[in-house]
């Protein structure tokens, strides 16, 4: 779901210590969706430094996976899954992939934001951090394809969505 050198790049990106902060934003939101339905389990999918489960200040069984940090293991399904300002650094022929992945380990809720303008950061060959800049309507049919999108939400330069499983999965 991702190629080696761009895994490299990504985990040259992450010394930054300002690189991969968005989680500290929406980590209020993620914990009223724990509260609000009782989710006993997170996984934070691409989860960089792991800072969503610093913000949370909730008990809840996290785990954790980011090809940058292949020490904390490959993706766990959970009652809430979160991709916090992710999708967009997804070299685009892995993109299926990585939402394939993400329905197969959504078991009750999701949780993903998607920046969709470039992003301040650049890769060390001169491209934008944000590989995929595209707007709410064509990431849509990509996970309404896996998923059932039960709430949208604009949010500055992109969008937020709370997903459940396709019934009958």
Same mark, same amino acid.
């Given at each position: 779901?991702?190629?080696?050198?761009?895994?490299?790049?990504?985990?040259?990106?992450?010394?930054?210590?300002?690189?991969?902060?968005?989680?500290?934003?929406?980590?209020?939101?993620?914990?009223?969706?724990?509260?609000?339905?009782?989710?006993?389990?997170?996984?934070?999918?691409?989860?960089?430094?792991?800072?969503?489960?610093?913000?949370?200040?909730?008990?809840?069984?996290?785990?954790?996976?980011?090809?940058?940090?292949?020490?904390?293991?490959?993706?766990?399904?959970?009652?809430?899954?979160?991709?916090?300002?992710?999708?967009?650094?997804?070299?685009?022929?892995? +993109?299926? *992939?990585? &939402?394939?992945?993400?329905?197969?380990?959504?078991?009750?809720? /999701? $949780?993903?934001? !998607?920046? #969709?303008?470039?992003?301040?950061?650049?890769?060390?060959?001169?491209?934008?951090?944000?590989?995929?800049?595209?707007?709410?309507?064509?990431?849509?049919?990509? +996970?309404? *394809?896996? &998923?059932?999108?039960?709430?949208?939400?604009?949010?500055?330069? /992109? $969008?937020?969505? !709370?997903? #459940?499983?396709?019934?009958?999965?």
């Amino acid at each position: 779901m991702i190629s080696p050198d761009y895994r490299e790049e990504q985990q040259k990106l992450h010394e930054n210590p300002q690189y991969g902060v968005a989680a500290l934003h929406y980590a209020p939101i993620v914990a009223r969706l724990i509260q609000d339905n009782g989710f006993r389990t997170l996984h934070d999918y691409g989860a960089g430094k792991r800072r969503l489960r610093d913000a949370l200040g909730l008990e809840i069984d996290y785990s954790a996976s980011d090809p940058a940090f292949p020490e904390y293991g490959a993706a766990r399904p959970a009652d809430l899954v979160c991709c916090i300002d992710v999708l967009e650094h997804v070299e685009p022929e892995h +993109l299926d *992939a990585v &939402l394939d992945d993400l329905a197969r380990i959504t078991t009750k809720a /999701g $949780f993903f934001t !998607v920046h #969709t303008k470039p992003a301040l950061k650049t890769l060390s060959d001169g491209r934008n951090a944000h590989l995929i800049q595209q707007p709410a309507s064509w990431w849509l049919p990509r +996970l309404c *394809a896996r &998923l059932e999108v039960v709430h949208l939400q604009q949010s500055g330069p /992109g $969008f937020w969505v !709370v997903v #459940t499983p396709k019934s009958g999965r």
